[in-house]
Structures are given as structure tokens and as C-alpha cells.
């Protein structure tokens, strides 16, 4: 089985993050991945503990199905080796600040000159124009300034560090895969390839969807516990008379009239689509004193015979045992070189026709530098002569 993008063939730039979680879920999906790493500074993702086996099992999942290529390519013979594989691999993902892929004679122009095909996409937290086009950040950055961050948290204790990478995934990776999948399309009918120009505070801005809308109608501004969904009503995380947490999304009439038999309380119901605020708060009063009565298995047990949109809070250990996750065979073993395979989080997308079984984790630096020189057309003898140079490793 090769998958639906087994036509791809990606040069991949990235590290950390955005980039190599974009080129995973391509790789998931059938296309073919080449790394273009550095010999000498290593993607600090490799070191991120804790490591299985010598690993980090951060980069043996991100970078699974991947091969890799060390190059420095500070030096003119790398580049002309990454121009030689553009006249093959016409996809490239890089996510260096904008400018350095110009400075190396690889930006878009140059390439593009070598292969009309190409098609280009770098990912950058601020976007290649723009006053912060040049200035540093991360995730965190990236939710402050779109107004995220502004209304997730408390009105007591202000902001939360949220605990999976927004800006950086469902901004930067997912708009990614968009883009060039569009852009493949785009080329299938056109001929034509073209550059891609991601920025993840871009990206995570537009997922004001319903908040952004609002404020930019109705002059509606969001702030934190001030909406239906992010505080300002019931719908929200309640705690157990043993200090677990579920999680009660209970918006319908149908679903609100459960929630409140369950409890015992069945007159709370008409308070539910209240809109105002005061009635808000005293239902949610009323809601955690009720949720305080029972430990969290006994509600778990008692909710798990109701369709009330309410539903435990799990922790990531409880999250893989649970039924629905195993049901869908989210958790998947991956081989690796020389020992015994690796549990990962699998691909998530369903094909009627199947994906390619994970093939293997993710590989040491240049792993593949060789296989990859010899099909460029490298002798034996000038790819000795590249690695007595430190072209190549």
C-alpha cells in the first residue's frame, strides 16, 4: 500500500515543531520525505528528553517515515547537491527566518529557475513581510499577540500556558499541509508551482472564528470568562467530590434537561439558556456544589448510560487506554533499526483505501546521506571526497 501522496517527493528543511509535524502527517500519507539536516548543529529536537533507547521519542515520532541528508550547506558543493535533488524533489518546507534560505543560494527564485515545478513553502512565526518579519518567537508569542491568549483563562488568575502547541500545530503545520496540498492541485491543472508564505501568528488568528467574527461585526469584544464557550457560562470543567474534573458541554435543551436529572436536580434545566450572565454564574454554582457530592468514578459511571455531552477529564496515560482511542487505533507500534519497535501517536486521517504501515521511526543525522548521493548520480569516489570535506555526513 503507498498511500495518496505517494507522488510527492518533499525536501524538508524544518526542525523543532511546525515543520517537521507538517511533513509527518504528509509522510503518514504516503509521500516521500528527504531531510535536509546540518552536520554540525544538530535539530535540539533530538535532545529533547526523555529518550527510549538512545531517542528522543519526540523526534522518533515527528520525523518517522522520514529519511535525512546531512549537509552543510554553508558550502557551495551542498548547494549545488540540494539544487540537483530540486530537479526531483519538487516540494520543499523550510521554516528559517526569512532571508537565510536566500543568503545560502536556496530561496525560491533560485530554485524555482532550476524547477518550474517547485513548489516552496516556508513557515515562520511572523510571515516573510511585516515590522516582526524578522523577530523571534514561539508559541506563546504567537497566541499573546492574536488576541488568543486574551480570552483563555481566568479573570482571577489571568492567562493559561496551554499544554499543546496551538499556534505552532493548528497554526503552522496544519496550514501548511493546506496550502501545499492546494498548490499541488494548482500545479496538476496550471503546470505552474509557486511560493507559500505561512506565519503561524497569521494562522492562529483566523481561528477567531466565531470571537473574531463578533468584534469585527458587531464590535463584540471577547475577554476571558465573558463567552458561552470559554467560561462565561456552565459550560465548563467541574470538580468531584475526590478533586477530579469532568467536563460538561451540555448547550441543548435535550442535553441540559440529562445533565440536571443526573445531578438531581432536574429544575436547574430552565436555566440553562439564560443569556444573562448573573444566571450563569449561580447555575454553575449550582452545578459544582452538586458535582461535589460524588467521587469521579461514580459519575463516570453514571454518565456513561446518558448522551448529555458531559464527559471525564482524562489524563494523557488514561486517554490511551481508553475505548474510543483504541477503537480507532490511534496508538501505533513503529519499527526501528537494530531494536524493538516504538509506541507512537498514529496518523489520524481514515482513507478508505488505507495508509502504508509507519515504516520507521525517526533516523540518525545523514542516515540516508549515501543511498541519496548515489542516486543523484555521485561517484563513489566524489561522495568520499564530499565527506573528507565535510560537505556531507
Given at each position: 500500500?503507498?498511500?495518496p501522496?505517494?507522488?510527492?517527493?518533499?525536501?524538508?528543511f524544518?526542525?523543532?515543531?511546525?515543520?517537521?509535524?507538517?511533513?509527518l502527517?504528509?509522510?503518514?500519507?504516503?509521500a516521500?520525505?528527504?531531510?535536509?539536516?546540518?552536520?554540525?548543529?544538530p535539530?535540539?529536537?533530538?535532545?529533547?528528553?526523555?529518550h527510549d533507547?538512545?531517542?528522543?521519542?519526540?523526534?522518533?515520532y515527528?520525523?518517522?517515515?522520514?529519511r535525512?541528508?546531512?549537509l552543510?550547506?554553508?558550502?557551495?558543493?551542498?548547494?549545488e547537491?540540494?539544487?540537483?535533488?530540486?530537479?526531483?524533489?519538487?516540494?520543499?518546507?523550510?521554516?528559517?527566518?526569512?532571508?537565510?534560505m536566500?543568503?545560502?543560494?536556496?530561496?525560491?527564485?533560485a530554485l524555482?529557475?532550476?524547477?518550474?515545478?517547485?513548489i516552496?513553502?516556508?513557515i515562520?512565526?511572523y510571515?516573510?513581510?511585516g515590522?516582526?518579519?524578522?523577530?523571534?518567537?514561539h508559541?506563546i508569542?504567537?497566541?499573546a499577540?492574536?488576541?488568543?491568549?486574551?480570552?483563555?483563562?481566568r479573570k482571577?488568575?489571568?492567562?493559561?500556558?496551554l499544554?499543546?502547541?496551538v499556534?505552532?500545530?493548528?497554526?503552522?503545520?496544519?496550514h501548511a499541509v493546506m496550502?501545499?496540498?492546494a498548490?499541488?492541485i494548482?500545479?496538476?491543472?496550471?503546470g505552474e508551482?509557486?511560493?507559500?508564505?505561512i506565519?503561524?501568528t497569521?494562522?492562529v488568528?483566523?481561528?477567531h472564528a466565531?470571537?473574531?467574527?463578533?468584534y469585527?461585526?458587531?464590535?463584540?469584544?471577547?475577554?476571558?470568562?465573558?463567552?458561552?464557550?470559554?467560561?462565561?457560562s456552565?459550560?465548563d470543567?467541574?470538580?468531584?467530590r475526590?478533586?477530579?474534573w469532568?467536563a460538561v458541554g451540555?448547550?441543548?435543551p435535550?442535553?441540559?434537561?440529562?445533565l440536571?436529572?443526573a445531578?438531581?436536580r432536574?429544575?436547574?434545566?430552565?436555566?440553562?439558556l439564560?443569556?444573562?450572565?448573573e444566571?450563569q454564574?449561580?447555575?454553575?454554582?449550582?452545578?459544582q456544589?452538586?458535582?461535589?457530592?460524588?467521587d469521579?468514578?461514580?459519575?463516570c459511571?453514571?454518565?456513561a448510560?446518558l448522551?448529555?455531552c458531559?464527559?471525564?477529564?482524562l489524563?494523557?496515560?488514561e486517554?490511551?487506554e481508553?475505548?474510543?482511542?483504541?477503537?480507532?487505533?490511534l496508538?501505533?507500534?513503529?519499527?526501528r533499526?537494530?531494536?524493538?519497535g516504538?509506541r507512537?501517536?498514529?496518523?489520524?486521517i481514515?482513507?478508505?483505501?488505507g495508509?502504508?504501515?509507519?515504516?520507521?521511526?525517526g533516523?540518525?543525522?545523514?542516515?540516508?546521506?549515501?543511498?541519496v548521493?548515489?542516486?543523484l548520480g555521485?561517484s563513489?569516489?566524489?561522495i568520499?571526497?564530499?565527506?573528507?570535506?565535510?560537505?556531507?555526513?
Amino acid at each position: 500500500m503507498s498511500g495518496p501522496l505517494s507522488s510527492l517527493k518533499i525536501l524538508d528543511f524544518s526542525a523543532l515543531l511546525p515543520g517537521p509535524f507538517a511533513s509527518l502527517l504528509l509522510a503518514d500519507m504516503g509521500a516521500e520525505v528527504l531531510r535536509v539536516e546540518s552536520p554540525t548543529r544538530p535539530d535540539l529536537l533530538r535532545v529533547l528528553p526523555p529518550h527510549d533507547g538512545g531517542v528522543s521519542a519526540a523526534h522518533a515520532y515527528l520525523n518517522r517515515n522520514k529519511r535525512s541528508i546531512a549537509l552543510d550547506l554553508k558550502r557551495p558543493e551542498a548547494v549545488e547537491v540540494v539544487k540537483r535533488l530540486v530537479e526531483e524533489y519538487d516540494i520543499l518546507i523550510e521554516q528559517f527566518r526569512p532571508g537565510v534560505m536566500e543568503r545560502l543560494g536556496l530561496g525560491y527564485e533560485a530554485l524555482r529557475a532550476i524547477n518550474p515545478r517547485l513548489i516552496y513553502v516556508s513557515i515562520t512565526g511572523y510571515g516573510q513581510t511585516g515590522p516582526y518579519r524578522d523577530r523571534a518567537g514561539h508559541d506563546i508569542n504567537y497566541l499573546a499577540i492574536s488576541g488568543i491568549a486574551a480570552q483563555t483563562g481566568r479573570k482571577d488568575s489571568g492567562p493559561l500556558p496551554l499544554g499543546v502547541q496551538v499556534a505552532d500545530v493548528a497554526g503552522g503545520s496544519f496550514h501548511a499541509v493546506m496550502g501545499l496540498l492546494a498548490a499541488v492541485i494548482h500545479r496538476q491543472q496550471s503546470g505552474e508551482g509557486q511560493y507559500l508564505d505561512i506565519s503561524m501568528t497569521d494562522c492562529v488568528f483566523t481561528l477567531h472564528a466565531m470571537g473574531g467574527a463578533a468584534y469585527l461585526a458587531c464590535g463584540q469584544e471577547p475577554s476571558m470568562e465573558s463567552q458561552p464557550l470559554n467560561g462565561g457560562s456552565f459550560y465548563d470543567y467541574y470538580r468531584t467530590r475526590d478533586g477530579r474534573w469532568l467536563a460538561v458541554g451540555s448547550l441543548e435543551p435535550q442535553f441540559m434537561q440529562q445533565l440536571c436529572a443526573a445531578l438531581g436536580r432536574p429544575e436547574l434545566a430552565s436555566l440553562g439558556l439564560s443569556p444573562d450572565p448573573e444566571t450563569q454564574r449561580q447555575l454553575k454554582r449550582e452545578l459544582q456544589i452538586a458535582f461535589e457530592l460524588h467521587d469521579f468514578a461514580e459519575w463516570c459511571e453514571i454518565f456513561a448510560g446518558l448522551d448529555a455531552c458531559v464527559e471525564p477529564m482524562l489524563s494523557l496515560a488514561e486517554a490511551v487506554e481508553h475505548p474510543q482511542i483504541k477503537a480507532r487505533g490511534l496508538v501505533v507500534e513503529v519499527p526501528r533499526e537494530g531494536g524493538p519497535g516504538q509506541r507512537q501517536i498514529g496518523c489520524p486521517i481514515r482513507f478508505s483505501g488505507g495508509l502504508p504501515a509507519p515504516r520507521h521511526i525517526g533516523v540518525k543525522v545523514g542516515a540516508h546521506t549515501e543511498e541519496v548521493l548515489r542516486g543523484l548520480g555521485y561517484s563513489e569516489e566524489q561522495i568520499a571526497e564530499l565527506r573528507a570535506g565535510k560537505v556531507v555526513a
